[in-house]
């Protein structure tokens, strides 16, 4: 199974330039999200999705759309990228029972915006 | 909104000694997760927690969920280098999906 399957891998932008994040898993899950992690913090949620249809804002949404038009892919969009939105981005999976399940992240997005 | 604070930031352990991380929530949860992260990876899932008062364990690691389910602990007993890394907690409220992380507690081991 190759599970959560984030693409590109590194990434360097330029201020202003736009540019999306992919994000597909294949366990068929129902709940996905975006996480940033910045240098020795902790993951904050940026936006998520219930199912196909549903986004929902997370903690630091702002500079950020997403769109989920299949159970398979929630991709990330930065409209104008900025210095502040130098991170490393998760994608994150999980079914949904009583409540969100176990989280399986992909490997990671490392984007540097200059 | 809903904030999940951990304690402490940094843990420098002596191998062979225990130490436990605390995690501490401003709301009520419905259940609490546990993940780890190696240096350089992404976060890899520990266990969850859903009932008040309840104790897992696995090998070395004891994990606990308050009674008020607004706080829980992680407790490694004869800390091993393969346990370097970042500890964090994640708490989801009753109402809704979104898993709020804590700051993480990183783990340096000295041999």
């Known amino acids: 199974n190759a599970g959560v399957t984030q693409t590109p891998k590194f990434q360097v932008l330029k201020t202003g330039q736009s540019m999306t994040l992919q994000c597909a898993q294949d366990?068929?899950?129902?709940?996905m999200s975006w996480y940033r992690q910045d240098p020795g913090m902790g993951l904050r949620l940026i936006h998520y999705?219930?199912?196909?249809?549903?986004?929902d804002q997370g903690e630091v949404p702002n500079g950020y759309n997403v769109s989920r038009s299949t159970t398979e892919d929630f991709p990330l969009r930065l409209l104008s990228a900025a210095p502040s939105q130098t991170s490393v981005y998760f994608c994150?999976?999980?079914?949904?029972?009583?409540?969100?399940?176990?989280?399986?992240f992909g490997e990671g997005s490392r984007l540097t915006v200059l | 909104g809903q904030q999940v604070m951990q304690i402490p930031q940094y843990q420098h352990v002596q191998e062979g000694e225990d130490f436990t991380t605390y995690c501490n929530s401003s709301?009520?949860?419905?259940?609490i997760q546990w993940y780890k992260q190696r240096p350089g990876g992404h976060p890899v899932f520990l266990i969850q927690?859903?009932?008040?008062?309840e104790v897992k364990k696995q090998k070395r690691l004891t994990f606990q969920f308050g009674e008020a389910k607004k706080n829980s602990s992680l407790h490694i007993t004869a800390t091993q280098t393969t346990d370097v890394g970042t500890y964090f907690c994640?708490?989801?409220?009753?109402?809704?999906?979104?898993?709020?992380f804590g700051g993480g507690t990183r783990v340096l081991v000295k041999p």
């Open positions: 927690l859903v009932k008040s008062g």
């Open positions: 999705s219930v199912g196909a249809g549903i986004t």
């Open positions: 994150a999976s999980s079914y949904l029972g009583a409540g969100t399940g176990e989280l399986f």
């Open positions: 366990m068929n899950h129902e709940y």
């Open positions: 709301t009520t949860l419905s259940n």
């Open positions: 994640a708490g989801q409220k009753a109402a809704g999906n979104k898993l709020t």
